[in-house]
């Protein structure tokens, strides 16, 4: 596979957002809830175990992303990034932990590992946040590896949970690659009907991409040019 052509990972900005909120809010969300329940004895231990919890989770994945190794840093990173899923699947950085190590298997063309790990988020995950993003990376990874139904398939949620604009621009991709991929292929069961179904559906998922991005957005000139090319030739 053309190393352009491998998915494009654009929601760091997400990712980061989301665990600057949990580390400004995350505690005092969970005191609350303690607070309620247990009384302030079991607060105090409460708050004493995740206090340890974090910070253990915190260095690990510190050490992931600083990628320190005296040995493999491959394997390195693997055991890391299970340790975390496996230790401390409860929290922040568990998630994080399994994004980053989607992004490297994505960058090592090893697709199939991506998606254990976006599935592993899915799966996991307490942040609907992390969720969406697992799942919308998921669906770039289907389309990677030229897989338009399964794609659709993993978009197709009632909650967008706010990422409505990548959710109809993943559609819109997938469409136009199925499309693309009939004209180019001439299915027996698929015509030339079909063919411009799937070209028309994309078009007006493009447009609902661009109509639920954020103001100012730079990324809608891309938008713009994929809806413009729906039905071209590569």
Same mark, same amino acid.
């Given at each position: 596979?053309? #190393?352009?052509?491998?998915?494009? $990972?654009?929601?760091?900005?997400?990712?980061?957002?989301?665990?600057?909120?949990?580390? #400004?809010? =995350?505690?005092?969300?969970?005191? =609350?809830?303690?607070?309620?329940?247990?009384?302030?004895?079991? $607060?105090?231990?409460?708050?004493?175990?995740?206090? /340890?919890?974090?910070?253990?989770?915190? $260095?690990? $994945?510190?050490?992931?992303?600083?990628?320190?190794?005296?040995?493999?840093?491959?394997?390195?990173?693997?055991?890391?990034?299970? *340790?975390?899923?496996?230790?401390?699947?409860?929290?922040?950085?568990?998630?994080?932990?399994?994004?980053?190590?989607? !992004?490297?298997?994505? *960058?090592?063309?090893?697709?199939?590992?991506?998606?254990?790990?976006?599935?592993?988020?899915?799966?996991?995950? !307490?942040?609907?946040?992390?969720?969406?993003?697992?799942?919308?990376?998921?669906?770039?990874?289907?389309?990677?590896?030229?897989?338009?139904?399964?794609?659709?398939?993993?978009?197709?949620?009632?909650? /967008?949970?706010?990422?409505?604009?990548?959710?109809? #621009?993943?559609?819109?991709?997938?469409?136009?690659?199925?499309?693309?991929?009939?004209?180019?292929?001439?299915?027996?069961?698929?015509?030339?009907?079909?063919?411009?179904?799937?070209?028309?559906?994309?078009?007006?998922?493009?447009? !609902?991409?661009?109509? /639920?991005?954020?103001? =100012?957005?730079?990324?809608?000139?891309?938008?713009?040019?994929?809806?413009?090319?729906?039905?071209?030739?590569?």
């Amino acid at each position: 596979m053309a #190393e352009d052509k491998l998915p494009r $990972f654009i929601e760091d900005d997400d990712v980061a957002r989301a665990k600057a909120f949990w580390n #400004e809010n =995350g505690k005092s969300i969970v005191a =609350g809830v303690i607070i309620g329940l247990g009384g302030i004895v079991g $607060f105090n231990y409460w708050k004493s175990y995740q206090q /340890t919890e974090g910070e253990n989770a915190s $260095f690990l $994945f510190d050490r992931l992303s600083s990628g320190q190794n005296d040995i493999d840093h491959d394997i390195d990173m693997n055991s890391v990034a299970d *340790e975390l899923k496996e230790k401390y699947a409860s929290t922040v950085y568990a998630d994080l932990a399994a994004l980053a190590m989607a !992004k490297q298997f994505v *960058e090592k063309n090893d697709l199939a590992a991506a998606a254990r790990e976006l599935n592993w988020v899915m799966d996991h995950s !307490k942040d609907s946040g992390f969720q969406h993003i697992a799942r919308l990376r998921l669906a770039a990874v289907a389309l990677a590896q030229q897989r338009p139904d399964q794609a659709l398939a993993i978009l197709t949620i009632t909650d /967008t949970g706010g990422f409505e604009s990548r959710y109809h #621009e993943l559609t819109a991709d997938a469409y136009a690659q199925r499309g693309q991929a009939t004209k180019n292929q001439g299915a027996e069961n698929i015509t030339a009907e079909n063919q411009d179904e799937d070209n028309e559906r994309a078009r007006l998922e493009y447009q !609902k991409s661009l109509e /639920t991005l954020p103001d =100012g957005s730079s990324h809608a000139g891309l938008i713009q040019l994929k809806r413009d090319n729906v039905g071209e030739s590569p």
